[in-house]
């Protein structure tokens, strides 16, 4: 699947409604702001980064807000649009009510959006936000990025029947805050199901694609990954501390591994963007805690391993020491923006062995935050790593480096390689 934000009171909104509107529909001139004017849009700025909107809207060739990345779904290839201050390409001629159709309710100027723009979750944005998120998306740097077509056949390119589908599988939420928690607590869970939109990748999808609300954050396969399960029982079962999550979430980085893939880029261009206030409250929502007395935000810490007679006996040792060792250490130890440490690791921990195994098998990408947190790319092994080896080598990690005892077969290996090859 995402995110955050720490939202200040603002007295007055703006002298009204109508002003806000005037001041970001001017075209050629910029008048000075009000200082109402500029913490709004300011606030907005940071609602843009909780929602993750440039990660989305923006590719690396491209320019900020000019859409044109790609996402692959069973109907055929979407691409985002254009939502910079752009009057031809972008949404700068949007008045304000067609923004909020835009955002809470899928309808655009031009016709129905597809459901891959999260407003199933946004529509639990309040109007306060959707204020300034508007405020803010018209002073934008206006793209000059034209929108690619989307490659999608018959008859799903028909954007009439995305009503039905409305119909049927948007309820449009609201946010109801839960009467007995705290107000971080029910912060959290603004972000978390609003504009955080977390359960659009970690909760599976039904025949037509609607998330199973029943089974909330209960994780779900997305691009040849499994967005894991968020649920704050199964987090406590992995052992995810209020500290490791409050780091993993603000720096893509904890104890218990690294960011990879889609969640790298969520965390590059919104997570790491919250104030800890916001992480905080997410990490309370999420593992349903109070927040510890101590700072939640922690630094890795890296531990020492010794490899005992056992571990140089299984098979995949020998595996492991040709093929991971050189970045992550021969006792796992990780090596500071090179390698994460593998000890405690939650892909390595999970008993499900999905992603263990789509990341042996296809690699990840480089993934740089700054110049100061950093991590190379890791091959993947289909061509040199047969499904025995590969079984072998994760039975391995997670003998050595976590609490599972079981053995994983070259069955199950294979059974993992046929649904990432199907995806």
Request: hydrophobic share 35%.
């Amino acid at each position: 699947m995402k995110p955050s934000l720490k939202i200040s009171a603002i007295c007055g909104l703006l002298l009204s409604s109508g002003a806000v509107y005037a001041q970001a529909e001017s075209t050629d001139t910029q008048a000075p702001l009000s200082e109402n004017m500029a913490q709004l849009i300011a606030q907005g700025k940071y609602l843009a980064a909780a929602g993750d909107c440039s990660g989305c809207h923006t590719i690396d060739s491209g320019q900020v807000y000019g859409g044109g990345r790609a996402f692959d779904t069973p109907f055929g290839t979407l691409y985002s649009t254009n939502i910079s201050s752009d009057k031809q390409h972008g949404i700068g001629n949007y008045s304000y009510q067609q923004f909020v159709d835009a955002v809470r309710n899928g309808v655009a100027p031009k016709g129905n959006l597809y459901p891959a723009m999260p407003y199933t979750s946004y529509h639990r944005i309040n109007d306060h936000d959707m204020h300034a998120l508007y405020a803010y998306f018209m002073q934008t740097k206006p793209a000059t990025q034209p929108n690619r077509e989307n490659g999608i056949g018959f008859p799903f390119n028909i954007r009439m029947g995305l009503k039905v589908w409305n119909l049927i599988a948007f309820d449009k939420p609201t946010f109801i805050p839960t009467a007995d928690k705290t107000p971080l607590w029910n912060r959290g869970k603004y972000l978390v199901q609003g504009l955080g939109h977390c359960g659009e990748c970690h909760t599976p999808r039904n025949f037509m694609m609607a998330t199973e609300q029943q089974h909330a954050l209960e994780g779900a396969v997305v691009n040849n990954l499994n967005a894991p399960n968020i649920t704050s029982k199964n987090l406590a079962q992995e052992h995810w501390t209020f500290n490791n999550l409050a780091q993993f979430l603000k720096t893509g980085q904890s104890p218990k591994g690294t960011a990879f893939n889609d969640m790298f880029i969520v965390e590059k261009h919104s997570l790491t963007q919250l104030d800890d206030h916001d992480i905080t409250a997410i990490t309370s929502y999420l593992l349903n805690q109070t927040q510890p007395p101590q700072s939640a935000v922690a630094q890795p810490k890296l531990t020492s391993l010794v490899t005992s007679q056992f571990d140089i006996k299984l098979p995949g040792y020998r595996i492991y020491m040709d093929k991971c060792s050189g970045c992550h250490g021969q006792n796992g130890q990780g090596t500071p923006n090179v390698a994460p440490a593998l000890e405690n690791n939650a892909t390595i921990a999970n008993s499900n062995i999905f992603n263990t195994v789509a990341v042996l098998n296809n690699g990840i990408e480089r993934q740089s935050y700054s110049q100061n947190q950093t991590y190379y790319a890791m091959p993947g092994y289909k061509n040199s790593l047969n499904d025995q080896q590969m079984a072998d080598l994760i039975t391995y990690l997670h003998k050595r480096f976590s609490s599972q005892v079981t053995t994983t077969t070259a069955k199950q290996v294979a059974a993992v390689k046929k649904q990432l090859a199907n995806d």
